[in-house]
């Protein structure tokens, strides 16, 4: 069965450092996601690709995070520099249309920033 | 206010319980799903649903669009369903999660 793929799985970084995380959607998924997940809470949206066009980042702290969709296909989420406050679960998900229908998540990207 | 709440928080239970676990919404919504997510983080969809009820296994999920509630349910719960249940819902082209809960089923 088609999965959606993250790596790393798991990353420790020293604030101040760059970070990046890769997805890789389902093959033919036209939408991707980048969700954020603080410990004990839900996901929050960060950033929605249609395509290679950025569709949604409104929620994403632009001075610090940056994400590229450039073939349509992968897609990498930055950070930097890092701060404490980004620790979090960092989760890619995919969808086959742009709607809310159905999105496939992948393992997500454990960030600790000591 | 969240547009999307869970309850309970947390919720223990011993092995062979029937869990209950609720959720309420304030905004229009085209779909509501239930998400599973491990402790290893990933996030599995389990229920999408904008009527009636689903049943898959011994889990079962109910919403009733004019109450904006909707409820899953797990019969006979064994330690393997442990983990964080997530409703979310579909609004507008975007996701509204609720904060989860945190089930624990003990042997």
């Known amino acids: 069965e088609a999965e959606v793929a993250q790596s790393p799985r798991y990353k420790i970084t020293e604030k101040s450092q760059a970070v990046a995380f890769w997805c890789d959607p389902i093959?033919?998924?036209?939408?991707l996601y980048w969700y954020r997940q603080i410990l004990g809470q839900g996901p929050e949206l960060l950033v929605q690709?249609?395509?290679?066009?950025?569709?949604?980042d409104s929620q994403l702290p632009k001075d610090r995070f940056s994400a590229e969709r450039l073939k349509g296909v992968d897609s990498t989420l930055k950070i930097q520099p890092a701060e404490l406050g980004d620790s979090a679960m960092y989760l890619c998900?995919?969808?086959?249309?742009?709607?809310?229908?159905?999105?496939?998540f992948g393992p997500g990207t454990r960030l600790t920033v000591t | 206010k969240n547009e999307v709440e869970q309850s309970p928080q947390n919720l223990t239970a011993q092995e062979g319980e029937f869990i209950t676990i609720n959720c309420s919404y304030s905004v229009g919504i085209s779909a509501l799903h239930w998400l599973q997510q491990h402790p290893g983080g990933g996030i599995v969809s389990l229920f999408m649903l904008s009527s009636g009820k689903k049943k898959h296994g011994r889990l079962i999920a109910t919403i009733n669009i004019q109450e904006k509630h909707s409820s899953l349910h797990i019969t006979a719960s064994h330690p393997r369903d442990s983990a964080v249940y997530i409703c979310a819902v579909g609004y507008n082209n975007d996701m509204r999660f609720g904060a989860g809960t945190r089930l624990t089923v003990k042997p």
């Open positions: 998900a995919s969808s086959l249309v742009r709607t809310n229908y159905e999105q496939y």
């Open positions: 690709f249609q395509d290679e066009s950025v569709v949604d």
């Open positions: 093959s033919g998924h036209a939408t």
